[in-house]
Nanobody, 115 residues
Framework: QVQLVESGGGLVQPGGSLRLSCAASGTSFSFNSMGWYRQAPGKQRDLVAILTNTGSTTIADSVKGRFIISRDNAKNTVYLQMNSLKPDDTAVYYC?????????WGQGTQVTVST
């Protein structure tokens, strides 16, 4: 059974940094794409960043220049380095992975940016 497990969320002050990790298990195949979505209270789930196994990247305008996505294809792991965090970045961050035609989601990790 394929699973995505996130780690690295928490509470950080504005201007701080956090690094999220998401490790896939249950498959030896490399995901076509892996990335991150986020959902703030009362809002829809939005794309943060996606990275394909060929290196193509899509990043939301709201985080460009502050967030960096990277992958270790051999480990089926995706990372999100979040810098210069703002209160508006507060949300549950979900790992996403597409393997062939199926989509997978992690359970989510809370990121709170507050003083």
């Amino acid at each position: 059974q394929v699973q995505l497990v996130e780690s690295g969320g928490g509470l950080v002050q504005p201007g701080g940094s956090l690094r999220l990790s998401c490790a896939a298990s249950g498959t030896s195949f490399s995901f076509n794409s892996m990335g991150w979505y986020r959902q703030a209270p009362g809002k829809q789930r939005d794309l943060v960043a996606i990275l394909t196994n060929t290196g193509s990247t899509t990043i939301a305008d709201s985080v460009k220049g502050r967030f960096i996505i990277s992958r270790d294809n051999a480990k089926n792991t995706v990372y999100l380095q979040m810098n210069s965090l703002k209160p508006d970045d507060t949300a549950v961050y979900y790992c996403y992975g597409q393997l062939i035609v199926r989509e997978y989601w992690g359970q989510g990790t809370q990121v709170t940016v507050s003083t």
